[in-house]
T-cell receptor
């Protein structure tokens, strides 16, 4: 079984500043993947970034980077140079590789608000 | 490429009724899964279909059932609707066998309200 914990229900950041969204996880799978998704008020889940447990380097995708600390079981999302359009709900999720199903386990989310 | 599309976008049903939600996978994807997202919570996995067979299921009762068709589109059926079934239902597709770990691509969801 997997568990994702996001301890920040809401976060505020000034436009153009960087922000870190926290995520910790727990799993018994030796190999797993970690994901971050963005959900605007429209409801669609937008894939942002992926980190494999076996990856040696932290993942980066444009303004998004994932601060992966395996020993601490944390996978924090860093958004650099925040934009007003970044205001949304952000979900951390994981998937273990031991089963055939590719289901994701999601955290409860962090509502990010970017202030002008 | 065509993304994941879901229909309808909104639906209102009465307790005890049955509902069918539809999803068209992203082109080239062969796996579809469904998630339920209650208000203010993260999505919860319902089940997944691969090659038209269910190959994974979350903690949902049998009145939640599904189908995957040869063109990889899918349906989610919910019988005997309960008030707690009110939620956003998300469909997601991915390509299994592509090597590596491909992310799930989600649709915009169907918002179901049960009164």
């Amino acid at each position: 079984a997997q568990k994702i914990t996001q301890t920040q229900p809401g976060m505020f950041v000034q436009e153009k500043e960087a922000v870190t969204l926290d995520c910790t996880y727990d799993t018994s799978d030796p190999s797993y993947g970690l994901f971050w998704y963005k959900q605007p008020s429209s409801g669609e889940m937008i894939f942002l970034i992926y980190q494999g447990s076996y990856d040696q380097q932290n993942a980066t995708e444009g303004r998004y980077s994932l601060n992966f600390q395996k020993a601490r079981k944390s996978a924090n999302l860093v958004i650099s140079a925040s934009q007003l359009g970044d205001s949304a709900m952000y979900f951390c999720a994981m998937r273990g590789f031991s089963g055939s199903a590719r289901q994701l386990t999601f955290g409860s989310g962090t509502q990010l608000t970017v202030l002008p | 490429e065509t993304g994941v599309t879901q229909s309808p976008t909104h639906l209102i049903k009465t307790r005890g009724q049955q509902v069918t939600l539809r999803c068209s996978s992203q082109s080239g994807h062969n796996t579809v899964s469904w998630y339920q997202q209650a208000l203010g919570q993260g999505p919860q996995f319902i089940f997944q279909y691969y090659r038209e067979e269910e190959n994974g299921r979350g903690n949902f009762p049998p009145r939640f059932s599904g189908l995957q068709f040869p063109n990889y589109s899918s349906e989610l059926n919910v019988n005997a609707l309960e008030l707690d079934d009110s939620a956003l239902y998300l469909c997601a597709s991915s390509l299994v066998g592509s090597g590596g770990d491909s992310p799930l691509h989600f649709g915009n969801g169907t918002r179901l309200t049960v009164t």
